[in-house]
């Protein structure tokens, strides 16, 4: 289970450069092809064909801590924050006392096109959705950091992980009332092809440097039915079996791990200036098969012989993580169970947006964005600034505030004659590397994209 763990964190960096299924700019774009991802009511007024894995891909990630927190120059290079060198007080001063979150997406179009025929407008998109949520306690920080010196006592209640991948199949058809009013709607067929996570409701830790006294309530599950699940003695000693997690091993899927279905609604009013729009997207749910299922029992128990200093001074951060979920996943004693089937919900998100045009090729608007998920939701207000030349070349830049701070992003939309081609980024303004990487708090998306026109 630590190396499934692990090997999701490290893929979901390295498609980094979770708010939106495409850029917030976005909305602000004219004719832009997946503009109908944020409003369905914006369909492009041309047809067109994606280029497979090219034709969409975004990333998205936003956080209340940054890489400052995890990397630090020690004697000419970078070390990890569990390097001995590097103070406790200097690594806990980079987390927010209290809960931290964590969001981030990557979402990837494997296969697009639209088309019309007898006036009708459609189209039809197959992509590939994955998303990490987390909120880590201040605690959990501290306990990874100082784990068991002077006898430390941790609460490690509040931590809260999930990791998800679906594949969406959508069908998507805007329809005109009148000559005002556009609406628009997205139905989706939803497969899963994993889900993972852990919930903590109450964890506390006492540590010396011979055994861990823990007692705590919590569960993990996992759907995909290519585990080959361990389990091994209890140390608790009350109960038969115990996940062992160290030793389950991975085999091919056999099929989907989950099936689900859900819905978009756009509408978009033209009234010749102005433009106003609303939307609602992602209402609909997936229903996992969980074959991992574990809980603790809210009982207490000693774990002798555990690793009670985590700290070991390791510079690589795959070693530091890899130690780092060594020592948190031998604190629990998952109970073994049997399959448990479970509903998730979609992250909803609902948008507001107007729109004021100056000119045939210069115009204003404004974006309040609501997204809801179970750890992490994200409430967004943006002001933007579209330049439009000849439907040829549209420049898009924008500002706004969420609550993991301040955004700005910028987007170009370039069409030729059999191609068009849109990159764009929302980053957070403020201090950043020589790489331009945040050194705070995370709060960036990326996206570019492919098509070609017919």
Aim: charge should be neutral.
């Amino acid at each position: 289970m630590k190396k499934i763990i692990l090997s999701i964190a490290t893929a979901v960096a390295i498609c980094l450069t979770a708010q939106a299924q495409t850029l917030q700019t976005g909305y602000f774009v004219d004719n832009y092809a997946f503009g109908y991802r944020l409003n369905p009511a914006f369909c492009p007024d041309y047809t067109f064909i994606g280029l497979p894995g090219l034709s969409m891909d975004y990333a998205s990630a936003q956080s209340n801590f940054g890489l400052k927190s995890f990397f630090y120059p020690y004697n000419g290079k970078t070390v990890t924050f569990m390097h001995p060198e590097i103070s406790a007080s200097e690594v806990l001063d980079g987390f927010k006392k209290g809960i931290n979150k964590l969001n981030a997406e990557v979402d990837v179009n494997l296969l697009a096109f639209s088309f019309k025929s007898r006036g009708t407008y459609g189209l039809i998109d197959v992509n590939l959705r994955n998303t990490l949520n987390a909120t880590v306690p201040y605690e959990m920080m501290k306990f990874f950091k100082m784990g068991a010196e002077g006898g430390q006592s941790y609460d490690l209640s509040g931590f809260n992980t999930r990791a998800t991948s679906f594949l969406e199949v959508g069908i998507t058809s805007p329809w005109r009332v009148g000559r005002k009013v556009t609406f628009g709607m997205r139905s989706k067929a939803l497969i899963g092809v994993t889900d993972l996570y852990m919930n903590v409701d109450r964890l506390n830790v006492k540590l010396d440097r011979n055994q861990w006294q823990v007692s705590g309530q919590a569960c993990v599950a996992g759907a995909y039915d290519g585990f080959n699940i361990a389990a091994k003695p209890s140390a608790a000693g009350n109960y038969e079996e115990v996940i062992d997690f160290p030793n389950i091993t991975l085999n091919k899927p056999k099929g989907p791990n989950g099936v689900g279905f859900g819905v978009d609604f756009g509408v978009n009013i033209d009234l010749g200036k102005w433009e106003i729009s609303a939307s609602i997207v992602d209402l609909g749910c997936i229903f996992w098969w969980h074959n991992l299922y574990g809980h603790t029992p809210g009982s207490s128990w000693t774990y002798d012989g555990a690793e009670a200093t985590i700290t070991d001074g390791s510079d690589t951060f795959g070693q530091t993580l890899e130690n780092a979920a060594d020592g948190f996943l031998e604190m629990f004693q998952f109970k073994k169970e049997y399959e448990n089937q479970e509903l998730g919900l979609l992250p909803i998100t609902g948008r507001i947006g107007v729109k004021r045009l100056m000119s045939s090729d210069l115009s204003f608007g404004g974006l309040l964005t609501y997204r809801y998920n179970e750890f992490c939701p994200i409430f967004e207000a943006r002001a933007s600034a579209d330049y439009l030349l000849r439907d040829k070349f549209d420049f898009t830049a924008s500002v706004g505030v969420n609550n993991f701070g301040p955004v700005c992003g910028a987007m170009t939309n370039l069409r030729f004659s059999h191609l068009v081609l849109f990159a764009g980024v929302d980053a957070y303004m403020g201090k950043l590397s020589k790489q331009f990487i945040p050194l705070g708090r995370m709060n960036c998306s990326a996206l570019f994209g492919a098509n070609l026109l017919f």
